[in-house]
């Protein structure tokens, strides 16, 4: 279970360090960060932009850090993968709270 936690954090992490975008990137990171902020109080989850002391930390865990160019990706569609990510995650919280009982 705690791999598939991972899973979504390598998703997150890979989909925030590759948004390298060209004049707006200050206004586009702050925009998505936002919509992750706007999420987080919906689903109670802690979604952020990854640093790259967070990327080491899963490289040294031995997962693929490798980032693929979303430097066009468009806020609707990062809100819609986002929320994917917080409804996957809020998933996971209440199967691990059930199997605890």
Known sequence: MKKK????????ALLCQGCSQPDNSKNNLDEMQRIMDKI????????????????KKLEEQG????IPDYSDIDLVEFEKEMRRIAEDAAAWKAQQKEEEK
């Open 5 to 12: 936690l991972w899973i979504i954090v390598v998703i997150l």
């Open 40 to 55: 987080n109080e919906e689903y109670g989850t802690s979604l952020k932009m990854s640093t790259e002391e967070d990327l």
């Open 63 to 66: 997962v693929d850090v490798s």
